[in-house]
């Protein structure tokens, strides 16, 4: 065989061992940032909002921002503490990279369904949604086999509410879940992570297909930018998914962060959006330097 093609292959068996590395590098030097999100998301606020006033006048109340709160985290549990939860996060990074490229490999799809200049429309869309479709399977694979360790890294993050010690390690916390809530209970809160991950590969694609097509010539430049736009808005779009996902995952499991007056009990995950959006919290989180303090909670702020 060709010394050429062996290099070639050894090249191309590495790269997605070099892509996962690269993601868990990247999710052990974000955790800290990322654990102050979640503990936003599921509504705890140890820190009190200040006043600022806006380049129009307006005075607003805002709370510390992200790095602020990471920092917070830092001064109550040291260095250690900013990465509890981040060993089940990276063993579900790996399965999901896994199961999602050999997912990808059984899914074979025609070559022919490059998209060229020369489509027509129908064409350049029929080919989209058959690879968006393709795609979507790989996600609700790896979301799915993944989810276990996703709720076990939540509900680790969540203990830092009411300084608990309940979920100490992975394989313990598989076996008190288990114990507790049944196989049911590892897969708490699976279809709003699921609406979250599918609804983002729809978007990311249509939008994609749309800016490539109709709103830029087809340059490397203008297609990267195109990318980073569908992911943009991807991402904010379904972003309140994320949230009802964090608080439904910890809801009424025996932690202080999903118990009553942390959190209500919800009897499901659309009770939980409905109750977010009445509150206007399904976007907290979604800014890591500036939050705003919702307009129903500044009025009552003031009132105190």
Same mark, same amino acid.
């Given at each position: 065989?060709?010394?050429?093609?062996?290099?070639?292959?050894?090249?191309?068996?590495?790269?997605?061992?070099?892509?996962?590395?690269?993601?868990?590098?990247?999710?052990?030097?974000?955790?800290?940032?990322?654990?102050?999100?979640?503990?936003?998301?599921?509504?705890?606020?140890?820190?009190?909002?200040?006043?600022?006033?806006?380049?129009?006048?307006?005075?607003? +109340?805002?709370?510390?921002? !992200? $790095?602020?709160? #990471? /920092?917070?985290?830092? =001064?109550?549990?040291? @260095?250690?503490?900013?990465?509890?939860?981040?060993?089940?996060?990276?063993?579900?990074?790996?399965?999901?990279?896994?199961?999602?490229?050999?997912?990808?490999?059984?899914?074979?799809?025609?070559?022919?369904?490059?998209?060229?200049?020369?489509?027509?429309?129908?064409?350049?869309?029929?080919?989209?949604?058959?690879?968006?479709?393709?795609?979507?399977?790989?996600?609700?694979?790896?979301?799915?086999?993944?989810?276990?360790?996703?709720?076990?890294?939540?509900?680790?993050?969540?203990?830092?509410?009411?300084?608990?010690?309940?979920?100490?390690?992975?394989?313990?916390?598989?076996?008190?879940?288990?114990?507790?809530?049944?196989?049911?209970?590892?897969?708490?809160?699976?279809?709003?992570?699921?609406?979250?991950? +599918?609804?983002?590969?729809? !978007? $990311?694609?249509? #939008? /994609?297909?749309?800016? =490539?097509?109709?709103? @830029?010539?087809?340059?490397?430049?203008?297609?990267?930018?195109?990318?980073?736009?569908?992911?943009?808005?991807?991402?904010?779009?379904?972003?309140?998914?994320?949230?009802?996902?964090?608080?439904?995952?910890?809801?009424?499991?025996?932690?202080?962060?999903?118990?009553?007056?942390?959190?209500?009990?919800?009897?499901?995950?659309?009770?939980?959006?409905?109750?977010?959006?009445?509150?206007?919290?399904?976007?907290?989180?979604?800014?890591?330097?500036?939050?705003?303090?919702?307009?129903?909670?500044?009025?009552?702020?003031?009132?105190?």
């Amino acid at each position: 065989m060709d010394s050429d093609t062996e290099n070639r292959r050894e090249e191309n068996s590495d790269a997605p061992r070099h892509t996962l590395m690269g993601k868990c590098v990247m999710k052990t030097i974000t955790h800290p940032l990322d654990y102050a999100r979640f503990l936003v998301q599921i509504g705890h606020e140890p820190m009190a909002p200040y006043r600022h006033r806006s380049i129009f006048g307006e005075e607003r +109340l805002f709370l510390p921002n !992200l $790095v602020v709160y #990471a /920092k917070y985290i830092y =001064s109550v549990d040291g @260095f250690k503490g900013m990465y509890v939860g981040l060993a089940p996060k990276i063993i579900g990074i790996c399965i999901e990279h896994y199961s999602s490229s050999l997912m990808s490999d059984y899914i074979q799809i025609d070559k022919n369904l490059n998209v060229d200049n020369t489509d027509s429309d129908l064409e350049v869309w029929k080919k989209c949604a058959i690879k968006t479709s393709k795609e979507m399977i790989c996600t609700a694979t790896s979301i799915i086999l993944s989810h276990p360790l996703h709720i076990i890294s939540m509900r680790m993050m969540a203990q830092f509410v009411g300084y608990e010690h309940r979920y100490t390690l992975v394989l313990q916390s598989i076996s008190l879940i288990s114990r507790e809530e049944g196989v049911k209970g590892l897969f708490t809160a699976i279809i709003p992570r699921l609406l979250a991950g +599918l609804g983002t590969v729809i !978007l $990311v694609n249509v #939008a /994609k297909q749309a800016f =490539s097509r109709y709103l @830029f010539d087809p340059s490397p430049l203008t297609l990267n930018i195109a990318d980073f736009t569908a992911s943009y808005l991807a991402n904010a779009a379904t972003y309140p998914f994320n949230v009802v996902t964090a608080c439904t995952a910890i809801n009424n499991c025996g932690l202080a962060a999903g118990m009553p007056p942390d959190m209500p009990v919800f009897g499901n995950w659309l009770d939980c959006m409905k109750y977010l959006y009445r509150n206007e919290q399904l976007n907290r989180g979604s800014s890591t330097w500036f939050r705003r303090v919702p307009q129903t909670q500044s009025k009552l702020l003031k009132l105190l």
